[in-house]
């Protein structure tokens, strides 16, 4: 992967449920590491689920990252994409892939 590719700095988040000072539960996501990535489109499409929702698919390339893992979700500005896979290119730890969903 040449770094030239590596334009968007991202935010990888992870969702955790932690109890405040009175016991309740507390559901949020929090920053778990900041990346240069590359964002490219796979696929679109158009859904009815209360009205019409777009969901596009695509591929996230950062350079290999330990520990994450699906149903985290990247940032990249005021953009929200689910990870719904990850992929370990040629299992060598140098880059992974994160397949992702946008919804729009």
Known sequence: ????NLKHKIIIQTYSETQNDFGEVVKGWSDFK???ASITPVSAKEFFKAGI???VTHKIEVRYLKDIKP???AMYG???????S??????AHKTLQLMCTEVV
């Open 1 to 4: 992967m040449r770094s030239g």
């Open 34 to 36: 900041t990346a240069y």
């Open 53 to 55: 929702q777009a969901e």
């Open 71 to 73: 149903k985290m979700r």
């Open 78 to 84: 005021s953009r929200e994409f689910s990870i719904e």
């Open 86 to 91: 990850v992929l370990d290119i040629r299992e």
